[in-house]
């Protein structure tokens, strides 16, 4: 199954909403070990198929 690359829209979108929940995360809510480990999750769950999705392009597969 063939995966759908990510346009330069689609990147800047996901980053500008995942910086903008991060931030009500970070504002609503106490700093402590949950909300960084948080943060940190969401941030690798979003972040790491862009990463191999841009890899594959530059890479010419």
Request: charge should be positive.
């Amino acid at each position: 199954m063939a995966r759908r690359r990510f346009s330069t829209f689609n990147i800047i979108c996901l980053t500008l909403l995942w910086l903008i929940l991060c931030g009500l995360i970070v504002t609503k809510s106490t700093i402590n070990f949950m909300t960084i480990f948080t943060i940190i999750a969401s941030g690798i769950i979003v972040f790491v198929p862009i990463y191999k999705s841009k890899k594959r392009e530059k890479d010419g597969k």
